[in-house]
């Protein structure tokens, strides 16, 4: 079992920047995957960014050049630099993990066992 607890997040003017943590617990943090998340108000969860056990990283196009997704294996935590933020940005995240993430699905939220509570952004223009 793999627990995922966040922090981070909060409230910034448009061009601002905010940096989410995602601490891991369970002997499996080695073997897993982890994704960022987000999810505004009537609208479907979609990934953010995904990075591999291996190093292997993706973001989504509208994220690309502003976020950065790193994973610290001696703290087991993963993180979200999230910089130049936009009001589009705005919404809950959510930090996510699992063994056998298929690369061409890491964007599905339903690749993923293992969900953080979730942490909001609020990005005002």
């Known amino acids: 079992q793999v627990q995922l607890v966040q922090s981070g997040g909060g409230s910034v003017e448009a061009g601002g920047s905010l940096k989410l943590s995602c601490a891991v617990s369970?002997?499996?943090?080695?073997?897993?995957?982890f994704a960022w998340f987000r999810q505004a108000p009537g609208k479907q969860r979609e990934g953010v960014a995904f990075?591999?056990?291996?190093?292997?990283?993706v973001y989504a196009d509208s994220v690309k050049g502003r976020f950065t997704v790193s994973r610290d294996n001696d703290k087991n935590t993963l993180y979200l630099q999230m910089d130049n933020l936009k009001p589009d940005d705005s919404g809950m995240y959510y930090c996510a993990a699992d063994g056998s993430v298929r690369w061409a699905l890491w964007g599905s939220p339903s690749e993923y066992n293992n969900w953080g509570q979730g942490t909001q952004v609020t990005v005002s223009s």
């Open positions: 369970g002997d499996a943090y080695s073997g897993q995957d």
């Open positions: 990075i591999t056990r291996y190093g292997g990283i």
